[in-house]
């Protein structure tokens, strides 16, 4: 393959690839940034169009979806993109019935999709912790519904589901149906594991930690006085003294999605700069 090479400024931030998904068709749901800048999914798209690998770019957001399939595009690499909503079942199941009719395969499935609304179970209504829980872990159950029998006819694939250390720690945010659909993801990801080791599919997941995204600027910020204000708590939280970037999870997740993990599985690996290792 012929190495992808940085087309604009935004561009010359793109690590490059070692081909090693080359030929792979990977699936990414939520693909989009909510924001300017590279949210994890965007970065991580363009990461396994880097490493040769045709890349589905599906999101809610279509304009998004287009703006991360534009950059991979301009690098020289495959995208495809589809608007679709990670909780709807039919939709859901019409993008893998596509995918499946044009490359006869899902070598990857990452599951990216996301929210938060701020609460506790005093403060949320009912169908706040429905909109989290879905979105964070339903979608997850579906795209394996739907796409797990097409991995289990080749008897290969990989899935990373995206989680957060809010999982296993107490981030000091008060979103408790954030934390309660992140660790139900993370043990929906192990018992996946077990139950399909023998089939040749692996799954796991990445557990973000503080990561500078553009998520945080529109769903974390109201929790400081502002902007700056927050950068800087976060930054000071992180024991390496700063947060994560979307590359950062990228690389894990191209690792994951990797032939170099071909025997790694159940695994719901932090990329926290240390904060998981943290007491309190």
Not at 82 to 110: P, Q
Not at 198 to 208: D, E, L, T
Not at 256 to 270: H, K, M, Q
Request: charged fraction near 20%; hydrophobic fraction near 45%; glycine fraction near 10%.
């Amino acid at each position: 393959m012929t190495p992808l090479r940085p087309a604009n400024a935004m561009s010359a931030e793109i690590p490059a690839g070692r081909g090693r998904l080359e030929g792979r068709v990977v699936l990414v749901f939520g693909a989009g940034s909510v924001g300017e800048g590279w949210g994890n999914g965007k970065a991580t798209s363009v990461a396994y169009a880097r490493e040769g690998a045709t890349v589905i770019a599906v999101d809610r957001d279509r304009e998004a979806a287009e703006a991360t399939g534009s950059i991979i595009a301009d690098l020289g690499g495959r995208a495809e993109i589809f608007d679709v909503d990670a909780t709807e079942t039919a939709a859901v199941k019409a993008v893998v019935d596509a995918v499946m009719a044009r490359h006869g395969r899902i070598d990857v499935l990452h599951n990216n999709v996301g929210t938060t609304i701020m609460g506790g179970p005093v403060e949320l209504t009912e169908e706040q912790w429905h909109t989290v829980l879905d979105v964070n872990l339903t979608s997850a159950f579906l795209t394996c519904k739907h796409v797990l029998p097409r991995m289990i006819e080749r008897r290969k694939g990989a899935i990373v589901n995206i989680s957060s250390i809010a999982a296993i720690r107490y981030t000091g945010y008060p979103y408790s149906a954030y934390y309660a659909a992140k660790a139900g993801l993370n043990q929906f990801t192990q018992g996946l594991a077990l139950q399909y080791a023998s089939q040749g599919i692996r799954v796991n997941a990445i557990m973000p930690g503080l990561m500078n995204t553009p998520l945080i600027y529109q769903q974390i910020s109201g929790q400081y006085a502002d902007a700056a204000a927050m950068k800087k708590a976060r930054d000071e939280a992180c024991p390496m003294g700063r947060m994560g970037t979307a590359w950062d999870i990228a690389a894990a997740a191209v690792f994951l999605a990797s032939d170099e993990a071909n025997y790694i599985t159940g695994v719901c690996l932090p990329v926290d700069g240390g904060l998981s290792c943290r007491a309190a």
